[in-house]
Nanobody
Framework: QVQLVESGGGLVQAGGSLRLSCAAS????????MGWFRQAPGKEHEFVAG????????RYADAVKGRFTISRDNAKNTVYLQMNSLKPEDTAVYYC?????????????????WGQGTQVTVSS
């Protein structure tokens, strides 16, 4: 069992930055590939970024490539999402998710555990 708790969301002006954190419980964090997803009002969950168990491999949605950076610290059981140059269309609830896998996956249905989400609002 893995419990995930996100933090770091908030209100920011367009062009600003936020850093999301996702703290995981348990001693097997390094066994999990991690992903960040988001859900805007009236829309489906959208893959944002993923990172492999070691942290050496990452993947991004085209919409955030070059602006967002995913990273992890396995010693602290934490995954991060650094978000720069934020746009109003980035407004959503952001979720972290864990999958017991070697590879990064984009399909939300394949993830094993989810956090409760943190709200990010970008004003224009």
């Amino acid at each position: 069992q893995v419990q995930l708790v996100e933090s770091g969301g908030g209100l920011v002006q367009a062009g600003g930055s936020l850093r999301l954190s996702c703290a995981a419980s348990g001693r097997t964090f390094s066994s999990y590939a991690m992903g960040w997803f988001r859900q805007a009002p009236g829309k489906e969950h959208e893959f944002v970024a993923g990172i492999s168990r070691s942290g050496m491999n990452t993947r991004y949605a085209d919409a955030v490539k070059g602006r967002f950076t995913i990273s992890r610290d396995n010693a602290k059981n934490t995954v991060y999402l650094q978000m720069n140059s934020l746009k109003p269309e980035d407004t959503a609830v952001y979720y972290c998710a864990a999958k017991n896998s070697i590879v990064i996956v984009r399909n939300r249905n394949e993830y094993d555990y989810w956090g409760q989400g943190t709200q990010v609002t970008v004003s224009s």
